[in-house]
């Protein structure tokens, strides 16, 4: 907001995404701009407007400028990576403190329970692995940049995932005390699920990497075939 000039021209900002399930507790708003002048010092980015058939034109699944593909995906990858975390955390935490009276000590000793919190843990950190790979390659390899696109989208893929598995199976540890407010496992859970729905999709992303081990399995048989039809005919 502070960007703009106000006294020309009308900013609006209106609320959207309240009643959404991952978004209850947020102030989200879609700003509106009408007949605002900036100044040129404070142009962060210039980009032009596409006309009517830029916009209509079919973009290609994969690559440069598909939606999802870019480094920004990174960062979504981590919020929710980050949502999986807390989803662990919290389950170990209630975990240690509930002591049913049945049972006479925390159910952290359960080895269901310390089964359940072992596969929380092993996805989050699978995934985390993936992420923070793929984030040294862009930081440290620029000339790896344009074809790090299947590693972006697998990160993107396997933390979203790894949330919703996580906050999933922490419902499970938590009973029915886990869909209560006072238990962060089911705010955790609803959190997650927003990440199935950022770009790039489940579908998009493992039909990319689809393509791209096909691809490799074509140049490996071509590289190796001449090699292993002249090594038939030598032994016949």
């Given at each position: 907001m502070r960007g703009v000039e106000r006294r020309a021209g009308r900013v609006s900002g209106?609320?959207?995404?309240r009643g959404a399930l991952s978004l209850r507790t947020c102030a989200n708003y879609d700003v509106g701009y009408d007949d605002v002048f900036v100044r040129d010092a404070w142009v962060v980015d210039r980009r032009p407007i596409p006309g009517p058939a830029e916009r209509s034109a079919a973009?290609?699944?994969?690559?440069?400028?598909a939606p999802g593909l870019g480094p920004w995906s990174l960062t979504i990858a981590?919020?929710?990576l980050g949502v999986g975390a807390a989803a662990?955390?919290?389950?170990?935490?209630?975990?240690?403190?509930?002591v049913p009276s049945a049972?006479?000590?925390?159910?952290?000793?359960?080895?269901?329970?310390?089964?359940?919190?072992?596969?929380?843990?092993?996805?989050?950190?699978?995934?985390?692995?993936?992420?923070?790979?793929?984030?040294r390659l862009w930081r440290e390899h620029p000339e790896l940049r344009g074809e790090?696109?299947?590693?972006?989208?697998?990160?993107?893929y396997l933390c979203t995932n790894a949330a919703c598995t996580a906050s999933e199976i922490g419902l499970r540890v938590g009973g029915g005390f886990s869909l209560t407010a006072d238990v962060a496992l089911e705010r955790h859970f609803?959190?997650?699920?927003?990440?199935?729905?950022?770009?790039?999709?489940?579908?998009?992303?493992?039909?990319?990497?689809?393509?791209?081990?096909?691809?490799?399995?074509?140049a490996h048989q071509a590289r190796t075939s001449p090699g292993?039809?002249?090594?038939?005919e030598r032994a016949a």
């Open positions: 209106v609320v959207t995404g973009k290609p699944p994969g690559g440069k400028g981590a919020v929710y662990c955390q919290a389950a170990a935490a209630y975990a240690n403190a509930r049972l006479g000590k925390p159910i952290a000793e359960a080895p269901h329970i310390q089964q359940w919190i072992g596969q929380m843990e092993i996805v989050v950190d699978a995934a985390r692995a993936q992420l923070f790979e793929t984030a790090l696109a299947p590693q972006i989208a697998a990160a993107k609803r959190d997650a699920r927003a990440g199935l729905f950022q770009p790039p999709q489940d579908d998009l992303t493992l039909a990319l990497l689809g393509r791209n081990a096909l691809v490799a399995a074509r292993e039809a002249a090594a038939g």
